[in-house]
């Protein structure tokens, strides 16, 4: 059957059966749109479904419109090459980044390192135990970052969790030297406001500009009160990076009064997460220009002053999106992709009960010159598969591929598995490759699936929270041409220009 018959006649089967019992919107019960997500941004979970979702999930694998469990299923121009699963870090897998021959995952209790010279059989490098919420990672030159983003007794790797209302915890950024890949130190320490949920690089010749991206959930944390409607910028030296730095707050939300001037959320924009910081940034380096995912709003910015960003256009969906989580340009810069984390990656909104437009991409042009650019709405984007309720799924983390004059990316949705797909017309976004498991679980929805999916170097990288890290070769003509191109580094949220 051909890739478009097949997910025609899966989202028409599903369709139907959730029409005819309502049955799919369950989840939707226990976990409402309108929740400010979880700070771990998807960490493993364990929620019970009603009896009727749960044998809705096992007729539809029995009538294969959804994978078997833990089965894997993909479109005839993916190939899955490898899989390695988790070994002594046994928490969730998280971001990714790359560099030569080697990639870095990312894991809540550390990160390991993997040898992918041959990509069909990576090779374990270095495994260092590190426990930190949510550990989102990248590297430049000999140094390695690490955001930890949950309540820690100090600094050190053999730190504790600490109760968010204890005054002495420690949040914030980690710096290792990887010079020796086989083992990495650490070398520097910086906390920073509310932590560090991610992070994004801004690399110079001698320093390294770290923009901070975190968040106030709520006024249960002592150090992270709102408003808190900025960035930390930290300031790496690269010859002496313990001497990293916390140099700057711009404040990309000026406003008055105690909640800063970012989107109010409930009850003003219901079912919209108010504005307390930024979830995620992307920079374009090669055009002086960021896109921030803060909560609430997307921005355009620019950073020809790394220290002093300053914002360009600021829009708002009160309408599908819940909680602006990433974001991603095209290579023209003429285009942004931002990805709506309904439900915190812990909720099953790939359904029919939660329909195309929520839990989606969208895409916006980027019209105007200078200081004058402004974001425009085009559309929106997601995976035309439908899940089971016992499996977590939303837009998440993806990169470019890099085509030239074509816009298209692949991304991860969790359970939803890996979607690599075409919005070189802005208006009518089409998936052109697929890659998934069935559900983990057919009783219970367990935090699961694809949390990055990257190209890199003519393959894809997927980090599943659950199962590993996964390889996949794309062989299609309208990506081929990717196949030439050769980064020597890649953090995804700091996108490299391809073709200059």
């Not at 799919?24 to 929740?35: E, F, G, H, S, W």
């Not at 096992?58 to 419109?65: H, K, L, N, Q, R």
């Not at 992709?337 to 990656?345: A, Q």
């Given at each position: ?174 710096v290792f030297d990887i010079s020796d890949k086989a083992n990495p130190k650490y070398v520097a320490a910086v906390e920073t406001a509310c932590g560090s949920h991610t992070h994004t690089l801004v690399p110079e010749r001698k320093n390294v500009y770290i923009y901070v991206s975190s968040y106030s959930p709520n006024a249960a944390y002592p150090d992270c009160q709102p408003p808190h409607d900025g960035i930390s910028v930290i300031k790496v030296p690269r010859k002496a990076p313990e001497k990293a730095a916390l140099v700057g707050f711009p404040v990309l939300f000026p406003g ?245």
């Amino acid at each position: 059957m051909t890739l478009l018959n097949d997910l025609r006649t899966r989202r028409r089967r599903l369709g139907v059966a959730a029409a005819c019992t309502g049955l799919l919107a369950a989840l939707l019960t226990a976990v409402p749109a309108a929740a400010t997500p979880d700070p771990g941004d998807g960490p493993a979970v364990r929620q019970q479904v009603s009896p009727g979702s749960r044998a809705e999930a096992v007729a539809a694998i029995a009538d294969g419109e959804i994978p078997g469990q833990d089965e894997i299923v993909h479109s005839d121009n993916i190939e899955h090459l490898a899989n390695i699963p988790k070994d002594a870090l046994p928490g969730t897998n998280s971001d990714l980044a790359f560099q030569g021959k080697y990639a870095f995952s990312g894991n809540y209790d550390g990160f390991r390192i993997f040898d992918i010279s041959n990509p069909k059989s990576p090779k374990t490098v270095a495994q260092v135990l590190c426990p930190g919420s949510q550990n989102d990672i990248s590297v430049s030159g000999d140094l390695l970052f690490l955001s930890t983003d949950s309540s820690r007794s100090d600094s050190s790797c053999n730190s504790t969790t600490q109760p968010v209302t204890e005054k002495s915890s420690w949040e914030g950024m980690k710096v290792f030297d990887i010079s020796d890949k086989a083992n990495p130190k650490y070398v520097a320490a910086v906390e920073t406001a509310c932590g560090s949920h991610t992070h994004t690089l801004v690399p110079e010749r001698k320093n390294v500009y770290i923009y901070v991206s975190s968040y106030s959930p709520n006024a249960a944390y002592p150090d992270c009160q709102p408003p808190h409607d900025g960035i930390s910028v930290i300031k790496v030296p690269r010859k002496a990076p313990e001497k990293a730095a916390l140099v700057g707050f711009p404040v990309l939300f000026p406003g008055e009064g105690p909640d800063g001037g970012g989107n109010p959320g409930s009850p003003t924009n219901p079912g919209v997460a108010k504005t307390t910081g930024c979830h995620d940034l992307t920079v374009l380096p090669s055009k002086d220009l960021a896109a921030g995912a803060c909560m609430g709003d997307g921005i355009l910015f620019s950073i020809k002053d790394p220290e002093h960003p300053k914002v360009i256009d600021r829009v708002q969906d009160n309408v599908n999106f819940a909680f602006w989580h990433s974001a991603t340009f095209n290579q023209k810069a003429n285009k942004v992709v931002f990805t709506d984390e309904l439900g915190g990656g812990g909720a099953a909104t790939c359904n029919a009960a939660t329909g195309p437009d929520k839990g989606a991409d969208g895409i916006y042009d980027i019209v105007g010159k200078g200081d004058k650019r402004k974001l425009v709405f085009r559309s929106y984007y997601k995976i035309p598969r439908y899940q089971a309720d016992t499996e977590n799924c939303v837009a998440h983390n993806g990169s470019l591929i890099p085509v030239k004059g074509k816009d298209i990316m692949v991304q991860a949705w969790y359970q939803g598995g890996v979607s690599v797909w075409d919005f070189t017309n802005s208006s009518k976004p089409e998936e052109i490759a697929y890659f998934e498991r069935g559900p983990l679980d057919t009783q219970v929805l367990r935090g699961a699936g694809s949390w990055s999916a990257y190209y890199y170097n003519g393959y894809i990288y997927s980090n599943d929270i659950a199962k590993g890290f996964d390889v996949l070769r794309l062989d299609d003509k309208r990506t081929d041409p990717a196949k030439r191109i050769r980064l020597p580094e890649l953090n995804v949220q700091t996108q490299p220009d391809y073709f200059d």
